[in-house]
């Protein structure tokens, strides 16, 4: 088993992904979609994660990560042909109900079995290269899905992205002791029941800031395209700012088990939260290009440290034998916050503008960083003590 070619199978279906959510804003604007439409072809994406992801990561710790990395893989590259194949907006819907439906198998058993890779702070490295891996994606997804719409048109974008899955179910397939089988832990199942995990404070707390990171996340993919357009930007140019957040996820990516190692990973998730609140009050009032590039890129800074770190911690606290499920839990969390954030949001951007949907965030994100901050505190306590 082989921790880079898992990275690599990854970055492929997410690169596809990632693309797919700015395709599937853009093509719905040509169609003519307002934003509460858009909001609800993105809340399309997470409906039934929100109900799959615990029982997706059940399905990880009992049977292993291949079979549900394979349905994941194939289910994605389903998805993507349905627009190519049926232009129109129902097929934008089934696209986003089934790419949801089938890919939280896929992410939820890869990010367990990232976990079983090593043990403290070499769990955090392998899960900041992970991250690093989809932060590229972040980078390579929108910048592919904008050129590929200016040189092949919406169908053809997405006929080229459906490519991308078929990488990684081939070589799942094809190679049975690519990945490895379930881990057994004795007394592993015993109380199987969500409620014990939810009981656990500090499971819970990471859960709760997950959630609060993700609508910042779903800002970003869902309402900036929709901003970068109303202000005059291009397909390309705005592949071009979200390839710059990005690029920033693969930098912050890139120092943060040094900064964990400075302090601790509940000071980092607070730190970069904090960074993130500020950058999107300014956020509205900006209709400049290079400008608006330069503050997706700090956004990236802020929220690119949120995901890894938030699976080390849930990962870490999660009980023996557990961690598929705990990370499963962890997407449910996140899943919820991608229906109801798109479906608010654009309710919100439709009836009174960009300038409160990015200052409502802006409060979200600073109160989760307030929850990190008492977090690292109680456990410095708790060491000195």
């Not at 990560?65 to 289910?75: D, E, K, L, Q, W």
């Not at 891996?133 to 929108?142: H, K, N, V």
């Not at 080229?160 to 592993?188: D, I, N, W």
């Amino acid at each position: 088993m082989a921790f880079y070619p898992v990275v690599l199978v990854t970055v492929l279906n997410h690169v596809a992904f990632k693309g797919s959510k700015v395709l599937i804003s853009l093509f719905a604007i040509e169609l003519g979609a307002s934003p509460f439409t858009i909001g609800l072809l993105f809340a399309m994406y997470s409906v039934f994660p929100v109900f799959l992801s615990v029982h997706a990561g059940r399905v990880s710790d009992r049977f292993g990560s291949r079979p549900p990395m394979v349905f994941g893989a194939c289910g994605l590259a389903a998805g993507l042909l349905l627009p190519a194949l049926f232009p129109g907006l129902p097929a934008l819907f089934f696209s986003a109900t089934l790419i949801g439906l089938c890919y939280i198998f896929y992410v939820v058993s890869v990010q367990s079995l990232i976990g079983s890779f090593g043990e403290g702070a070499d769990r955090t490295r392998y899960y900041s290269l992970f991250s690093l891996g989809i932060g590229l994606t972040s980078l390579a997804g929108p910048v592919t899905a904008g050129f590929a719409i200016e040189g092949l048109g919406h169908r053809g974008a997405y006929l080229l992205l459906a490519a991308f899955p078929a990488l990684p179910a081939l070589a799942l397939l094809a190679v049975p002791g690519f990945l490895p089988g379930p881990r057994r832990h004795q007394g592993a199942h015993a109380g199987r029941g969500v409620g014990i995990l939810l009981a656990d404070a500090p499971l819970r707390r990471v859960l709760i800031v997950a959630g609060i990171m993700e609508t910042g996340n779903e800002l970003v993919n869902f309402l900036l395209p929709i901003y970068a357009h109303s202000i005059g930007l291009g397909a390309s140019q705005i592949g071009l700012v979200m390839g710059g957040y990005g690029a920033a996820l693969l930098a912050i990516r890139t120092a943060m088990p040094a900064l964990a190692r400075l302090s601790s990973e509940e000071r980092v998730l607070a730190g970069s939260l904090l960074v993130a609140a500020l950058v999107l009050l300014a956020f509205p009032f900006v209709r400049d290009f290079a400008l608006l590039a330069a503050l997706a890129f700090v956004l990236g800074l802020g929220l690119g440290c949120g995901s890894p770190i938030s699976l080390v911690l849930a990962y870490n606290r999660s009980p023996a034998g557990r961690s598929g499920e705990a990370i499963g839990l962890r997407q449910t969390v996140n899943k919820t916050v991608e229906v109801l954030v798109p479906v608010a949001f654009g309710s919100l951007g439709t009836a009174f503008g960009m300038v409160p949907v990015f200052w409502l965030d802006a409060l979200l994100l600073a109160a989760g960083a307030l929850i990190m901050q008492r977090d690292a505190r109680a456990q410095a306590a708790r060491r000195g003590g």
